[in-house]
């Protein structure tokens, strides 16, 4: 279907990001995965072709532009398959904080090097207690003279690995209910602060994810995000953003998938003709498409609403889940037309659908969106 979301400079923008992806990620994507995360230089490399910070102010690094830019990043890892890459989480959460929230200190010294890939960034919400539920945070972060001591832990932190500075949700005020939850900026050669194993997932697996403790650790007071005890807000006011995000990652994966398996259809034949002529393929892949029209058709409005600054948490929830359910089905109803081959891990659907899955839980699950969609409806 024809899209008109995107300009002529963010189309110049998605062949430089899909080089990228396509020549210098996806040949090497598989040693990743045994590793369990990219390397360093790929972030550098990300960098210095203004793939990281593209809304980030220039005066900061970045190349000042709109959200069509993330947009395209998000869905070139989606396109690809590329998930080692944290470049979307980087782009639209840690470093949407940092310049929204931050102060000039903080924007001075996290953006730029963010934006070049010297510095990884990683967002520290979930704990053992608390997902979704960022009401039930327990890390503690007392004030102590000009410093903040912080105690807890946070887990399942994409980039948390490799990071160089995570931002963390703490409770700075316990009496103050979500209104003493605050955001602070962990860099990782504060003393108290370590990093826990690299944690072995179902999909995503080069991307790494760990596990961040915090024992006495000691931050400048200095390192919150804004306001102290303005956090959980700060938090709702961004998520927008992170499951728009997720809502991209997931079309745009989606139709990859759907494309991939008609090519294979084409080609693989049974009972002396290709799969593609029998008609059950045929219907299957055509109430696909048919799905991913309006699902494309909505993220699209939107990302075009993000760019204007006028989407709703709502509307961002709606997009998570209609996006995600419907590259969980994509994915599951591809692999079956690819047969034993698709349940192998050397062919690209099944990577994909493992990689589907957790589209449906982080960035708060899809449980968690239909109860802010709820609250909408019943106002």
Not at 2 to 9: A, F, I, L, N
Not at 207 to 230: I, K, S, W
Not at 303 to 327: C, F, H, Q, Y
Request: net charge negative; glycine share 10%.
């Amino acid at each position: 279907m024809k899209r008109s979301v995107y300009t002529e400079d963010h189309e110049a923008f998605r062949d430089t990001v899909r080089s990228f992806f396509e020549n210098e990620l996806l040949p090497h994507h598989e040693e990743w995965e045994e590793a369990g995360e990219v390397p360093r230089e790929v972030w550098t490399k990300a960098g210095e072709l203004g793939i990281l910070g593209p809304m980030v102010p220039e005066e900061y690094g970045g190349l000042g532009l709109d959200y069509g830019f993330n947009a395209i990043v998000s869905e070139e890892t989606g396109h690809t398959g590329v998930t080692g890459f944290g470049g979307s989480i980087h782009n639209d959460i840690v470093l949407t904080y940092l310049y929204k929230y931050g102060s000039e200190d903080l924007k001075q010294k996290y953006l730029p090097k963010s934006c070049t890939g010297e510095y990884i960034g990683a967002l520290g919400m979930s704990e053992p207690g608390a997902g979704s539920d960022l009401a039930n945070i327990r890390t503690m972060a007392v004030k102590d003279g000009d410093e903040y001591v912080i105690n807890g832990s946070k887990i399942f932190i994409s980039n948390g690995y490799m990071c160089d500075y995570v931002i963390i949700a703490c409770v700075t005020d316990p009496s103050a209910g979500h209104k003493g939850v605050s955001l602070i900026v962990v860099d990782t050669s504060c003393p108290g602060f370590k990093k826990g194993r690299k944690l072995k997932k179902l999909g995503m697996k080069a991307q790494d994810t760990a596990e961040l403790f915090f024992e006495d650790c000691r931050v400048p007071a200095e390192n919150v995000l804004g306001q102290p005890g303005m956090g959980f807000i700060y938090m709702m006011q961004a998520l927008a953003q992170e499951r728009l995000a997720i809502a991209v990652v997931s079309a745009a994966a989606a139709r990859s998938v759907i494309e991939q398996t008609i090519t294979y259809t084409k080609e693989r034949k049974a009972f002396g003709k290709a799969i593609a002529d029998f008609q059950n393929t045929q219907f299957v892949l055509a109430d696909l498409d048919i799905k991913m029209a309006g699902v494309t058709a909505f993220v699209d409005n939107c990302i075009a609403a993000l760019i204007d600054g006028t989407l709703t948490a709502e509307d961002a929830s709606r997009a998570k889940v209609l996006a995600s359910d419907t590259l969980g089905e994509v994915t599951d109803k591809c692999l079956q037309l690819h047969g034993g081959y698709g349940y192998m891990w050397e062919y690209p659907v099944c990577k994909h659908y493992a990689d589907a899955r957790v589209q449906r839980i982080y960035g708060g699950t899809n449980e968690i969106m239909k109860t802010i969609i709820v609250k909408e409806m019943f106002k």
